[in-house]
């Protein structure tokens, strides 16, 4: 119940398309859904997230669209540029009982040039 | 304002060793949490200190050990080393759960 599961493992974009990454949860007690960039030699950095009362946020040219009833989530990344090349990982919280953050397993974007 | 600050960046253990990892929390972060990643994985949630206590605890077993100090630092302590205990070693720091910083981490080599 408190795993997270993301696919695709790895992506290859062309310049200028859309990047989807998709995770789906099991514990409906989550309550808070972020998206974490990470480069190689650093620690993650936190993206955009949503909580689950909103089907879609959307800051520049990323978007999260959030599936309550499906119990799943996507990021989309419009425009892809070679910079937005790294991993990506969902994630999911809940504020009771601990405030602990599960991640999962990451994707590995490439955007080709 | 200097975010989340980890130390050593990296360190070469013998098995058996012990280790101790040290964290700085961003300015104004009172939570502390911390997450191993092996390569090519996501973070696996190790623990969470709140008011220098563990609040949380994941499946990791008790040679995997922290502190928290009262002005929100922490230590990461780990006994016995195995293999199997190479990862990067990450912190992250929070008010709330609504959004980690997180450290560049600490790559531990255990040889």
């Known amino acids: 119940q408190q795993q997270v599961k993301q696919s695709p493992q790895s992506l290859i974009v062309q310049k200028g398309g859309i990047s989807i990454i998709n995770c789906a949860y099991e514990?409906?007690?989550?309550?808070?859904f972020p998206w974490y960039q990470q480069f190689p030699g650093k620690g993650p950095a936190l993206l955009i997230a949503i909580r689950p009362d909103v089907s879609e946020k959307k800051e520049g040219r990323f978007t999260i669209s959030f599936n309550k009833s499906a119990k799943q989530f996507s990021l989309h990344i419009m425009d892809s540029q070679p910079g937005d090349s790294a991993t990506y990982f969902c994630?999911?919280?809940?504020?009771?009982?601990?405030?602990?953050?599960?991640f999962g397993a990451g994707t590995r974007l490439f955007v080709k040039a | 304002d200097a975010g989340v600050t980890q130390s050593p960046t990296h360190l070469i253990k013998t098995r058996g060793q012990q280790v101790t990892l040290r964290c700085s929390p961003k300015?104004?972060?009172?939570?502390v949490s911390w997450y191993q990643q092996a390569l090519g994985q996501g973070p696996q949630f190790i623990f969470q200190y709140y008011e220098e206590e563990e609040r949380q605890r994941g499946n990791f077993p008790d040679r995997f050990s922290g502190h928290q100090f009262p002005n929100y630092s922490s230590e990461l302590n780990v006994n016995a080393l195995l293999l199997g205990d190479s990862a990067l070693y990450l912190c992250a720091s929070s008010t709330t759960h609504y959004g980690y910083t997180f450290g560049s981490g600490t790559r531990l080599t255990v040889v």
């Open positions: 994630a999911a919280s809940r504020g009771e009982g601990g405030f602990k953050t599960i």
């Open positions: 514990n409906t007690a989550f309550d808070y």
């Open positions: 300015s104004g972060h009172d939570t």
